[in-house]
Each structure stands twice: as C-alpha cells, then as structure tokens.
C-alpha cells in the first residue's frame, strides 16, 4: 500500500503552545519521511526530514519524532507562533529526491 | 535562493480545451515533477522526468497529459482535452540531490 494517513485535518491551538500533527504509513520501503509547509497561494515547502535510521531529530522550534515498529511519525511544533498558521503535509518516499507520497495534510490556525 | 517559477498562476478553460502549463525549473537540477492537488485534497504525483523522458508516472496521468522539455529549460505539462475533474492546483518541482524545490502553482479551473 502507499498511503500515507494525516491526522488531525485541522488543529487550533494558543500562541505559545504545541502543536502535535500525526502520520502512519503502510510501505516498509519508505525511507525518507518529510514534512511540507505550504501557506495559501503557495507550493509546499521543505520543513524538516527524518531517515528510520533515527528516532528524532529537531530544528529549531521543529521536531520529528519516528516509531519505525508502528510505522508512525509525527510532527511536533513548539511555542507555537502565529506565523505557523498554514497547511502541514507528511509525505514519505523510497528514497530522498524520489516521488512523495503525501498525507492528508493538516491545516493549523495559531491564535494570539 | 533558485525558485522554481510556474505560469500562468491561474487558468481558466473551456471544458474539452487543451492547456498547457509551463515550468521553468532549477537550472542544475536533474530531475522534475508534476504533481496536482484538488481543493481541499492532498497533494498527489502525476509524473517523474528525467533525462528527457518519462521516468514514472501515476494512474492519474492518462493518454489526454503529456510532458516536454521543449527547449532543455522549460518543463511544460499539457493536457489534450480538459475535463471539469482536470480543475486543481498543478504543482512543479526540480529535485538535485535530497532536495525538492516547489513551485507556486498553476491553479486550473475547468468550466
């Protein structure tokens, strides 16, 4: 299978909380997992990525954490800002540079 | 920092009309890619090009679409004979290496 599944659709959270968004994915051979931001008008845009050969890795206020055993990963937003509103994708693919598979997307209003 | 640069940003068309949307890609970049996200959907792959041809592409991707690299800059998608389902945001994008640079898109809206 490759679907990557998004959850939530949308998310509301207070400026300086967490913002937690969730993927699972079904093909073992995904190797490359990556999160898109993507503001209205505009294509997707590199956020932060993971190989399964990590648990976690952080940039900034931006950490992926990865189970590679439930097949899940998530993103985590810390102090979120109001500037952080946008749509969040997950995507997976077999190798970084190959055709991603994207997630449902996930769009998060950050209020002041 | 290179952009990726898609026209027209939107396009409206008859029914059964050919478009055509243009790409110009990273210049050193070595492989390229339509994808297309229908309002309020994900974002889905359409086809892979490289080295100047067709590497993959998806179900969605039918004998009525095509892809050139006409004069080895631009990257052009066309679509023979549009249909009311054709209507999305078609999305273009170099890849080198690890990184994949995206453009704004091309909102096509079929009427």
């Keep these: 299978q490759q679907q990557v599944k998004q959850s ?52 900034g206020r931006f950490t992926i954490s990865f189970n590679k055993s439930a097949k899940q990963f998530s993103l985590h937003i810390m102090d979120s800002q109001p500037g952080d509103s946008a749509t969040y994708f997950c995507a997976a693919s077999k190798a970084a540079g190959n055709k991603l598979t994207f997630g449902g997307g996930t769009r998060v209003l950050v209020k002041p | 920092e290179p952009e990726v640069t898609q026209t027209p940003s939107h396009q409206v068309t008859q029914m059964g009309q050919e478009v055509i949307l243009r790409c110009v890609p990273i210049s050193n970049h070595l492989y390229f890619y339509w994808y297309r996200q229908i309002l309020g959907q994900k974002v889905e792959f359409l086809v892979s090009f490289y080295n100047n041809e067709i590497s993959e592409k998806s179900e969605i991707f039918d004998d009525q679409f095509s892809v050139e690299r006409p004069d080895g800059s631009n990257f052009t998608l066309k679509i023979r004979s549009t249909k009311l389902e054709d209507s999305a945001m078609y999305f273009c994008a170099s890849v080198r290496d690890y990184g994949y640079t995206f453009g704004s898109g091309t909102r096509l809206t079929v009427v």
């Design chain 1, 8 to 59: 939530p659709q949308s998310l509301i959270v207070q400026k300086g909380g967490i913002s937690i968004i969730n993927c699972a994915y079904e093909n073992t051979a995904f190797d490359y997992f990556p999160w898109y931001q993507q503001f209205p008008g505009k294509g997707p845009a590199l956020l932060i990525a993971i190989r399964p050969d990590v648990s976690e890795k952080k940039e």
